[in-house]
């Protein structure tokens, strides 16, 4: 079973987050040299981050128990004393 690699809107946020904070500094007169030294630093360490959470979740997925649990409701249940649906004749 393959699982899905998807960002979650946490990451999307703090990726969208570093490239405002990237974009200002910009129009505050950083150095453009700096800034893509600074975005290519914080690119790498998500990447890093991302790959690091996709293996551990992937190891914890496959290392947890698969269970199946079936809850039915009580009008379903084998055994009920009392009717749970009436029907009125006309």
């Known amino acids: 079973m393959t699982l899905p690699f998807r960002p979650s809107r946490r990451a ?10 990237i974009l200002a500094l910009l129009i505050l007169g ?3 040299g700096t800034a893509s030294i600074a975005t290519a630093v914080f690119a790498a360490l998500f990447v890093v981050a991302a790959v690091a959470d996709a293996i551990l979740s992937r190891r914890a997925w496959h290392a947890a128990s698969f269970t199946l649990t079936r809850r039915l409701p009580p009008a379903f249940a084998f055994g009920l004393r ?8 006309m």
């Open 30 to 32: 950083l150095p453009v």
């Open 12 to 21: 999307t946020g703090v990726l969208l987050a570093s490239a405002a904070v």
């Open 82 to 89: 009392r009717r749970s649906v009436a029907f009125q004749s």
